[in-house]
C-alpha cells in the first residue's frame, strides 16, 4: 500500500505561485518538482459534457453570488429587503427574501421541471428477465414491465428457498 511518507520521498519541492485573475476567475500555479524526474506536469483534463454543464452552472451561481454582494456592498440593495428576481419558467419578476430563488411559485417550478424531465430523451435498455429492449426514463430499469418484475422476483425467492433448503439438508 502507498502511503504518504512513501509519496514525500519521491517529491523534490513545490513552488507555488501567486493567484492571478484570468476572467474574473481566480487561478494559481503550482508546479511539481520530483526527484529523477524534474518538473511534473498532470496532462490537461478532458471534461465530459455532463462536467462542462456543472462547471458552467457553478460559474453562473459565482457569478450571480458576486453581483449580489456588489449590490448590498454599494448599498443598492439593503439587507432585509426583498430581492427582484425573474422566473426560470414564466420569466415574470418577483420579490423574494432568498438571492436563490428561481421560480415565483410552486406552480412555476412544478411545471418547469415537468418539461425538463420530458425534454430527456428515453433510453433503450435490455429487460433483464425476457430480454426484450424497451424504453426507459432512468437508466436503472431493470424490467421492461410489471409483469417481468413478478416473474423475476418469484424466480429470485424460490432459488433463495431452494439454496436454504440445500444448506439445511
Partial sequence: MLTPQMIYEFVDKIV??????????????????LKF??????????????EE??????KRHRIKSRERYR???AGEHKVGEPF??????????FESMRSNAMFCGADCR????????ASKPLLTLRCQFCGSSFKAKRKN??????SCRH????LKRKNLKESEKQKSA
Avoid: W
Fill in 53 to 58: 454543464k456543472r462547471q458552467a452552472t457553478l
Fill in 141 to 146: 430499469t431493470k424490467f421492461c414491465s410489471d
Fill in 71 to 73: 449590490m448590498i456592498k
Fill in 151 to 154: 416473474a423475476a422476483n418469484n
Fill in 110 to 117: 412544478r411545471k418547469f421541471y415537468k418539461k425538463e424531465r
Fill in 37 to 50: 524526474i524534474g518538473r511534473f506536469e498532470l496532462p490537461p483534463t478532458e471534461l465530459t459534457p455532463e
Fill in 16 to 33: 507555488v505561485h501567486s493567484p492571478i485573475k484570468v476572467d474574473g476567475e481566480r487561478e494559481q500555479q503550482v508546479d511539481i518538482y
Fill in 84 to 93: 427582484r428576481l425573474t422566473c426560470k419558467n414564466c420569466g415574470k419578476t
